[in-house]
């Protein structure tokens, strides 16, 4: 069933759904968002969650809780990624909306914003289990997501075969003269399936080329300069792959298992090989110091990059943080108390929606390619994917100095404001 969140005003718990509505609110109150509007744009569209069983390798039903959150399609179909992980929830889900829609308005596409998942911890589930769960959850979605209506994408641990799952239960729901205009339901698919060359990469060269633009616009050389990734997924490891070439050194990993350090710098390649060795794991690497998880942000070091999950910097390990720049790779993963800690200290901090907006552009070039029936090479992909981070990041730049504010409050004005005029242009119904 699908419902609305009440417009009466709640005492939010802490978490990442505060976090993005504090950031909202602060952003529309230096605009003077109408309030009409600001009234929209503080709740989701629609909310479905949806209990369901499956069957697992031993015969047993398990029953799993999924979620898919809608906040604001004014600009175009929704847009998102669904995660697997212990900490989805409905909280969770709208925050993460939320951040859609401000992520995909400050990129100028035509996507407003979606997230959702199923809250479990796939690490215990064999291959075969995590395909009859995301089937399922695939047919208990129904057309409640559509190549026009609301498109997901990979997030926290899932991937392109995750997606390809997803788009061979929809397509079989539906006839067989209808199948081929919905190839496009699903972003971040394998190649074979309908995927787009350098999707893999899209989110974490983002993060790289926001960087890249922060430091060509500080007059700031990349070479030599250190680095550490929280999170040595997707994001992480691209993100660190084109540092790499860039000349920047890779001291300090942590990823769910642990954290390592390396002063003279860690090879992002040989890393990456140890990990696929190693179940995934970082832990162990060969002539690497293993550090206590709770000393990793205060690492010393030039650039940190967050990609894993929301409420990573908080206030407690705000103030040991050495970085002068910190690159959010992840969705929401500094809380309001912390920014304020590390905005007074002089950190400049790249906000998540802009800073990992690659993800989507990358998933909106897909999404073209299967409306249009191209074909793009990875080079145009990359072209056109760095053109429009530029674009995104010069806007950015320009309204925090013209509004003399943060880069995070900037990218929230242009976003929000985009949304405004799209609402007095259109009008409300009825």
């Known amino acids: ?13 802490q978490g990442m759904l ?5 950031q909202f609110d602060h952003a529309a109150d ?30 047993e039903v398990e029953i799993f809780t999924g979620y898919r959150v809608q906040h604001n399609n004014a600009l175009g179909p929704y847009k998102g990624g669904l ?5 989805v929830d409905i909280d969770a889900a709208r925050a993460l909306a939320m951040w859609m829609t401000w992520k995909t308005s400050l990129a100028g596409l035509p996507y407003g914003g979606a997230k959702g998942g199923i809250q479990l911890n796939p690490i215990k589930y064999s291959p075969s289990e995590l395909e009859r769960i995301t089937r399922r959850f695939t047919y208990a979605l129904g057309d409640n997501i559509g190549p026009e209506l609301d498109i997901p994408a990979p997030d926290v641990n899932t991937n392109p075969q995750t997606m390809a799952w997803i788009l061979d239960t929809y ?7 209808e199948r081929s205009k919905n190839s496009h339901v699903v972003t971040g698919k394998p190649i074979g399936a309908g995927g787009s060359q350098g999707r893999d990469r899209a989110t974490g060269y983002g993060v790289f080329l926001t960087i890249k633009f922060w430091a060509e616009a500080n007059g700031v050389s990349l ?7 929280q999170g040595f997924g997707n994001v992480g490891y691209w993100a660190a792959h084109f540092l790499e070439k860039e000349g920047a050194l890779l001291t300090g990993v942590q990823d769910a298992y642990g954290s390592i350090y390396f002063e003279t710098g860690i090879s992002v390649e040989n890393l990456l090989e140890y990990t696929k060795a190693n179940k995934g794991s970082i832990v162990g690497y060969a002539g690497a110091t293993p550090l206590d998880n709770s000393d990793f942000y205060a690492l010393d070091c030039d650039i940190c990059i967050p990609a894993a999950l929301g409420n990573q910097i908080t206030k407690k390990n705000a103030g040991s943080i050495k970085a002068n720049l910190i690159a959010e790779g992840a969705n929401g993963p500094t809380d309001v108390e912390a920014e304020e800690i590390l905005l007074k200290k002089g950190v400049d901090i790249i906000p998540d929606i802009l800073c990992n907006a690659g993800g989507v552009i990358g998933s909106y070039f897909e999404w073209l390619q299967n409306r249009n029936g191209e074909i793009w090479q ?11 981070m530029k674009e995104s990041f010069l806007k950015v730049m320009e309204t925090a100095t013209t509004r003399n504010v943060d880069m995070r409050t900037a990218a929230f004005i242009i976003a929000i404001e985009r949304l405004e005029d799209t609402y007095v242009q259109r009008g409300i119904f009825p």
Not at 83 to 87: G, K, Q
Not at 172 to 177: L, R
Not at 223 to 229: E, L, S, T
């Open 1 to 13: 069933m699908t419902t609305k969140i009440a417009t009466v005003k709640k005492k939010r718990k």
């Open 18 to 22: 505060d976090n993005v509505m504090r």
């Open 30 to 59: 230096i605009i003077h968002l109408n309030d009409n509007i600001r009234k929209i744009l503080e709740v989701t569209n629609n909310e479905l969650v949806v209990h369901f069983p499956v069957r697992m390798d031993n015969g």
């Open 83 to 87: 995660r697997y992980h212990p900490t």
């Open 171 to 177: 397509m079989s729901t539906k006839s067989p003269n």
């Open 223 to 229: 070479k030599d300069k250190k680095f550490i990734v």
């Open 378 to 388: 990875l080079d145009e992909v990359l072209t056109k994917l760095e053109k429009k």
